[in-house]
């Protein structure tokens, strides 16, 4: 229960996180349009690649999509997927492709937590929730395009792919034949927007993301009622990052 209890102790909420992102963003603006130029931006301009490191938090579910054998059960009469809070830590590689263009990648230790709620029939209270916990390693690579700089302010899009393994899969634990089986690797496709802020010695980056997952991440086990009422489960996760750079 790491996430969750890491989320109640420090009582952070997206509409928190959200807040202070729009109050940096608001600062950060004023500032910049008191030195009305692009003074920082020009000595970041000169270097054709740079690092540094990223901090975020995320939202994650599975997408589950039932199989044939649901309608016919007659012990699940729901299945549901609800959202789990996480955080990432990464390292931010950057590559300049032009004056607009940048190729990134972020190799990133993401902990997520997602759950399956079955809603069992009158018949049978036995059923329980698919809670699964992940430690990922995930290695994005992304494509991103910026706008013309105005006031040491850059607007972004970023679009690319992400591989993630699960490094605390559970499927070769002695419960593992009791549970839903989830592969512990994923493929995602993964588009954002962001902006860049030139500080006189680093970068901020604001940038918020959408992850979906490409392919099945569900095994299927035919002598599993959980797992035979399902044909699909796809990864979905929403990351708001702070990436600082320089």
């Not at 962001?194 to 959408?210: A, L, N, R, T």
Request: charged share 20%.
């Amino acid at each position: 229960m790491y996430c969750t209890d890491g989320w109640n102790l420090f009582n952070i909420s997206f509409k928190k996180v959200a807040f202070l992102l729009l109050f940096i963003c608001a600062f950060t603006q004023v500032e910049a349009q008191k030195a009305k130029g692009n003074y920082n931006f020009l000595s970041f301009e000169q270097k054709p690649y740079y690092f540094g490191i990223t901090l975020g938090i995320n939202n994650s579910t599975f997408r589950v999509f039932r199989s044939d054998n649901f309608i016919s059960n007659d012990s699940i009469r729901i299945i549901e997927d609800v959202r789990g809070p996480g955080f990432n830590l990464g390292i931010v590689s950057n590559l300049k492709i032009g004056d607009y263009f940048d190729f990134r990648f972020l190799p990133t230790l993401s902990f997520t937590e997602k759950t399956i709620e079955y809603t069992p029939t009158e018949n049978n209270s036995r059923l329980r929730t698919r809670q699964l916990e992940q430690v990922l390693v995930q290695m994005p690579f992304h494509v991103r395009y910026k706008s013309a700089p105005f006031n040491d302010v850059r607007l972004f899009v970023v679009a690319g792919v992400k591989f993630d393994f699960d490094v605390a899969n559970e499927n070769r634990t002695r419960q593992a034949n009791e549970l839903v089986k989830i592969a512990a690797s994923d493929f995602s496709g993964e588009v954002g927007v962001g902006m860049q802020i030139f500080f006189p010695y680093f970068i901020f980056s604001p940038e918020i993301k959408i992850s979906q997952g490409l392919g099945n991440s569900l095994i299927y086990d035919p002598l599993l009622l959980e797992s035979s009422v399902l044909e699909r489960v796809l990864s979905r996760t929403f990351t708001l990052s702070f990436h600082f750079e320089g």
